[in-house]
């Protein structure tokens, strides 16, 4: 059981870790990295328990694994702020949505911006911020990893709940079809043993 979960807090670990780190690895390095470290896990898992648990446990240590991922992500913030110009006309687009159930059309105002070093350019939100002429503070991160947003809204939003819960239900069911392979193998033994 303790397989899934270590592998889970490795991989946000390393997630973090690469994220954030000054030596700024490419993300497809970090990502392939990450893949390692499930398949590495995935490997020990069917070591462990004997191929236990079926195909449903290894799509939610998968799942598991992959949302420890996006979590990682999400409870990052944005380590630079800089305070930009809206230094021309907010335009508007408009992005409908099709089929009968759709959400509600989206639009988006686009910012450009005038900031100190060049970046950001533009800022794209669902309100309009600022006026032309006007000043906005902007979180980026500075290895471009992240898309900018509003200082006021660079807030860590992630939780460890799902991933947890998916991979202690994996963990789980593969212990339990073990279980249940001994007592099958039990019950084989008693009746041929006349």
């Keep these: 059981m303790l397989v899934p979960v270590g592998a889970g807090v490795l991989l946000h670990l390393w997630a973090g870790w690469s994220m954030h780190s000054p030596v700024?690895?490419?993300?497809?390095?970090?990502?392939?990295?990450g893949l390692g470290l499930a398949a590495v896990a995935l490997f020990a898992h069917n070591a462990l328990f004997r191929e236990g648990g079926s195909v449903l446990a290894v799509l939610l240590i998968l799942a598991g694994l992959g949302s420890v991922w996006v979590e990682a992500r999400d409870s990052r913030i944005r380590a630079e702020v800089v305070e930009c110009?809206?230094?021309?006309?907010v335009t508007v687009t408009h992005h409908p949505t099709f089929g009968e159930g759709a959400p509600a059309e989206k639009t988006l105002y686009h910012?450009?911006?005038s900031c100190p070093g060049g970046y950001p350019?533009?800022?794209?939100?669902?309100?309009?911020?600022?006026?032309?002429?006007?000043?906005v503070r902007i979180a980026y991160d500075p290895a471009h990893r992240m898309d900018p947003v509003l200082e006021s809204e660079n807030t860590a939003h992630g939780s460890?709940?799902?991933?947890?819960?998916?991979?202690?239900?994996?963990a789980a069911l593969s212990v339990a079809a073990i279980a249940a392979e001994?007592?099958?193998?039990?019950?084989?033994?008693r009746r041929s043993a006349p």
């Design 24 to 33: 700024r690895l490419p993300a497809v390095l970090a990502l392939l990295a």
């Design 85 to 89: 110009l809206v230094s021309g006309r």
């Design 111 to 113: 910012h450009p911006l």
């Design 121 to 135: 350019s533009q800022f794209a939100a669902e309100r309009k911020v600022a006026e032309e002429g006007r000043t």
């Design 160 to 170: 460890l709940v799902v991933p947890a819960v998916l991979l202690l239900s994996g």
């Design 182 to 189: 001994g007592r099958d193998g039990t019950v084989r033994r």
